[in-house]
């Protein structure tokens, strides 16, 4: 799998978009970007993914490069319980691992 | 709720004791997994279940024995564990095979083991 760069730490206010950049440089053609988030002490909780276009759910969106080089994950109205470490990984659809980095862990402040 | 379920959610064992972790997932999936997450480090795949066969183990020893009853079970089996074992143990499923495209693990909330 092809390896991510995220920022080690990021702060933003509460009520504002929250945006997440990943670098993901040697990312193949045939790889994913999954974006999760783990809330101190509990289970990865999955956001979202893409291979080449942009997506929206209802947590965030994603915004993928036309080169696919780099990410950026916004979650649009940050509020206090988004504050966690959110891990950007790629990954081939049908490969089981799935391989956590540091992340980058996101304080929401009121 | 992600639909995966782990107890207990929280273990404290010495090291001659034999314990072990249950997960149960109610999301249909044909896939089960352990993951390791000791304290300042990034998750570790420890094993992989898919249709109830063990298809990864990454170099785990041996103290830790995973057993996969059916689709919707996996347990981890403990026993002579290490101070150094002390961490959180995450299962999560996937639906492998069961859809097209990309496979998504869900994860549960995670036992917290402490080895005395």
């Known amino acids: 799998d092809a390896k991510t760069t995220q920022p080690t730490s990021m702060d933003c206010a509460e009520g504002r978009a929250a945006n997440l950049p990943c670098n993901h440089s040697?990312?193949?053609?045939?790889?994913?970007v999954y974006w999760y988030r783990q809330i101190h002490s509990q289970g990865p909780q999955y956001i979202i993914h893409?291979?080449?276009n942009n997506e929206t759910n209802e947590m965030a969106s994603l915004i993928i490069t036309e080169d696919r080089k780099s990410s950026t994950l916004i979650l649009p109205h940050a509020t206090l319980r988004d504050t966690a470490v959110y891990y950007c990984i790629v990954r081939v659809d049908d490969d089981y691992k799935l391989s956590f980095g540091a992340g980058t862990t996101v304080t929401v402040r009121a | 709720e992600t639909g995966v379920t782990q107890t207990p959610r929280h273990l404290v064992m010495g090291m001659t004791n034999k314990k072990s972790l249950k997960c149960e997932q109610h999301l249909g999936h044909n896939a089960m997994y352990w993951y390791k997450q000791s304290a300042k480090k990034p998750l570790e795949l420890m094993f992989v279940?898919?249709?109830?066969?063990?298809?990864e183990n990454n170099s785990v020893p041996s103290r830790f024995s995973p057993e996969c009853p059916n689709s919707s079970h996996l347990f981890l089996h403990l026993h002579t564990l290490q101070p150094e074992d002390s961490a959180l143990y995450l299962c999560?499923?996937?639906?492998?095979?069961?859809?097209?495209?990309?496979?998504?693990?869900?994860f549960g909330p995670g036992t917290r083991l402490t080895v005395l």
């Open positions: 999560a499923s996937s639906p492998v095979g069961l859809t097209s495209g990309v496979d998504t693990q869900y």
């Open positions: 040697t990312i193949s053609g045939n790889e994913y």
């Open positions: 279940y898919s249709l109830e066969e063990r298809v």
């Open positions: 893409g291979l080449k």
